[in-house]
């Protein structure tokens, strides 16, 4: 499975980006599927992760009411709309995937990973 991150970007507080994320491969729309982000000097977290089967949503609590994360299984493709940005949002974003059943906020939950976007918001 190979993942293709895209849709990052620079933009002022209070603004909104929508990152895309695109499998390829041996996908399946029953894959986890997640969003995690590192700023600098920081550990990898948890932002955002869709189950496939059941599309259950989760999101970790800094970013809820503000993000969406949704599927498009047609295209294997997995967004992440993020809605009134604020400077402490700024990382490095990364889609995974993994074959196994439900979501997951653990990293190690992921087999798959893309290369990561840049997501810049400034104040």
């Known amino acids: 499975v190979q993942l293709q991150a895209s849709g990052g970007g620079l933009v002022q507080a209070g603004g909104s980006l929508r990152l895309s994320c695109a499998a390829s491969g041996r996908t399946s729309s029953n894959y986890r599927m997640g969003w995690f982000r590192q700023a600098p000097g920081k550990e990898r977290e948890f932002v955002a992760a869709?189950?496939?089967?059941?599309?259950?949503?989760v999101y970790t609590d800094s970013v809820k009411g503000r993000f969406t994360i949704s599927r498009d299984n047609a295209k294997n493709t997995v967004y992440l709309q993020m809605n009134s940005l604020k400077p402490e949002d700024t990382a490095v974003y990364y889609c995974?995937?993994?074959?196994?059943?439900?979501?997951?906020?653990?990293?190690?939950?992921?087999?798959?990973w893309g290369q990561g976007t840049q997501v810049t918001v400034s104040s």
């Open positions: 995974a995937a993994s074959a196994r059943y439900g979501s997951s906020r653990s990293s190690s939950g992921y087999d798959y």
């Open positions: 869709i189950s496939g089967s059941d599309i259950t949503t």
